[in-house]
């Protein structure tokens, strides 16, 4: 079975730094891109950022360019978010999301349950 | 970066309606479009992908169709576990970016 388990999430202040994970399981991580797509509470789905199967091609929303920073280990089958200068914008539940193939042009075709991020002082 | 827009925002259908929803891109994205559906407190699920390949596991009462700017989610017969949020996405380019939703309720 597929599964996509998000940790990392929390409380934190304006301006801090945050460090989500993405544990994956059921199937074989190197060979599929990976995405973080966030929703802010009552809003729709926002993309935020993905990553080719060997860290190749590595995409960001104007929102998060330059702040964030996606990675993987495919050793750990694990995606990573490293998430600075976090504001009030940023409060969302983070999802990580499998793409159906390897490359940047992928969709997401499982999701997690998703990290709750609360930036607040 | 590409805009997504969804139509309607909202919608209101009774069971075994046939209900359209329609996705326009800012720019061509050839057939790198995807649809999900969202119930409340829940992950989203993939429905299709390629603009009109189904998702394992997805009824067929649900269809996608379009290439190049414009898109059509299609459920032929709505049944009541339908009534859902459901979103549009292109991933021609990065970033890859949402449609605003379509919220589908029951009339």
């Known amino acids: 079975e597929v599964q996509m388990v998000e940790s990392g999430g929390g409380l934190v202040q304006p301006g801090r730094s945050l460090r989500l994970s993405c544990a994956a399981s059921?199937?074989?991580?190197?060979?599929?891109?990976m995405h973080w797509v966030r929703q802010a509470p009552g809003k729709g789905l926002e993309w935020v950022s993905g990553?080719?199967?060997?860290?190749?091609?590595?995409g960001y929303a104007d929102s998060v360019k330059g702040r964030f920073t996606i990675s993987r280990d495919n050793a750990k089958n694990s995606l990573y978010l490293q998430m600075s200068s976090l504001s009030a914008e940023d409060t969302a539940l983070y999802y990580c999301?499998?793409?159906?193939?390897?490359?940047?042009?992928?969709?997401?075709?499982?999701w997690g349950q998703g990290t709750l991020v609360t930036v607040s002082s | 970066d590409i805009q997504m827009t969804q139509s309607p925002s909202s919608l209101s259908a009774s069971v075994g309606d046939r209900v359209t929803i329609t996705c326009r891109a800012s720019?061509?994205?050839?057939?790198?479009l995807a649809w999900f559906q969202q119930k409340p407190g829940k992950a989203p699920k993939s429905l299709i992908y390629v603009a009109s390949s189904l998702q394992s596991g997805v009824p067929s009462r649900f269809s996608g169709s379009g290439s190049g700017t414009d898109f059509t989610l299609t459920i032929s017969s709505l049944q009541p576990e339908d009534f859902a949020t459901y979103y549009c996405?292109?991933?021609?380019?990065?970033?890859?970016?949402f449609g605003q939703g379509t919220k589908l309720e029951i009339k």
């Open positions: 999301a499998k793409g159906y193939c390897s490359g940047a042009s992928c969709s997401g075709d499982y």
């Open positions: 996405q292109q991933y021609n380019s990065y970033p890859h970016t």
């Open positions: 720019q061509g994205i050839s057939n790198y």
């Open positions: 990553i080719s199967w060997n860290s190749g091609r590595i």
């Open positions: 059921g199937f074989i991580f190197d060979d599929y891109a």
